[in-house]
T-cell receptor, first 114, second 112 residues
Framework: EAQVTQNPRYLITVTGKKLTVTCSQN?????MSWYRQDPGLGLRQIYY???????DKGDVPEGYKVSRKEKRNFPLILESPSPNQTSLYFC?????????????FGSGTRLTVV | GQQLNQSPQSMFIQEGEDVSMNCTSS?????WLWYKQDPGEGPVLLIA?????ELTSNGRLTAQFGITRKDSFLNISASIPSDVGIYFC????????????FGTGTRLKVLA
């Protein structure tokens, strides 16, 4: 089954404790992206990657890091989480170019930073 | 960052009623997508539109790509309780990284 898998689904952590949210896709997609979803703000892009070793900032990159060492994986790293990073996070992937079918999303990671 | 204006923000409707929502942008898009997000899940693609004026259906859902290329509409006919969720539009430009911009969502609640 074609899918984007992210883990964990739920995470509660303390301020300053480094964490990584993993993301993997099995569709051989070039593009991968991380979004956060907050009430009333919709989906905001954190970082995206156009291919292996090619990443760039989205609209809200502060406090986050990513890496793309393999085509299928795109982990999101929070080096020193803060309470304002409490949110619902989605990883997504798509093929490149125009007339694609948009992003396929993972099931989400609900992060709480206390 | 740029976001689309999506309306309404939320709506309560009675089961069996038709629903309309729309997205508008100051930018021209080459692709419009409509997603649905069920509670506790990620968004799932409903309809993709690639040409100005295009009208596409998926069951009880119909979406249109506005002729100005700056707006799109989604209609749901004869709503049922499982239509509840958040509906997002997304537009893709025609340059650079072909980035997708998402609307802020329409939260739909259906009263049985």
């Amino acid at each position: 089954e074609a899918q984007v898998t992210q883990n964990p689904r739920y995470l509660i952590t303390v301020t300053g404790k480094k964490l990584t949210v993993t993301c993997s896709q099995n569709m051989n997609h070039e593009y991968m992206s991380w979004y956060r979803q907050d009430p009333g703000l919709g989906l905001r892009q954190i970082y995206y990657s156009m291919n292996v070793e090619v990443t760039d900032k989205g609209d809200v990159p502060e406090g986050y890091k990513v890496s793309r060492k393999e085509k299928r994986n795109f982990p999101l790293i929070l080096e020193s989480p803060s309470p304002n990073q409490t949110s619902l996070y989605f990883c997504a992937s798509r093929s490149q170019g125009l007339n694609n079918y948009g992003y396929t999303f993972g099931s989400g990671t609900r992060l709480t930073v206390v | 960052g740029q976001q689309l204006n999506q309306s309404p923000q939320s709506m309560f409707i009675q089961e069996g009623e038709d629903v309309s929502m729309n997205c508008t942008s100051s930018s021209i898009f080459n692709t419009w997508l409509w997603y649905k997000q069920d509670p506790g899940e990620g968004p799932v693609l409903l309809i993709a539109l690639y040409k100005a004026g295009e009208l596409t259906s998926n069951g009880r859902l119909t979406a249109q790509f506005g002729i100005t290329r700056k707006d799109s509409f989604l209609n749901i006919s004869a709503s049922i309780p499982s239509d509840v969720g958040i509906y997002f539009c997304a537009g893709q430009g025609n340059s650079g990284t072909y980035k997708y911009i998402f609307g802020t969502g329409t939260r739909l609640k259906v009263l049985a």
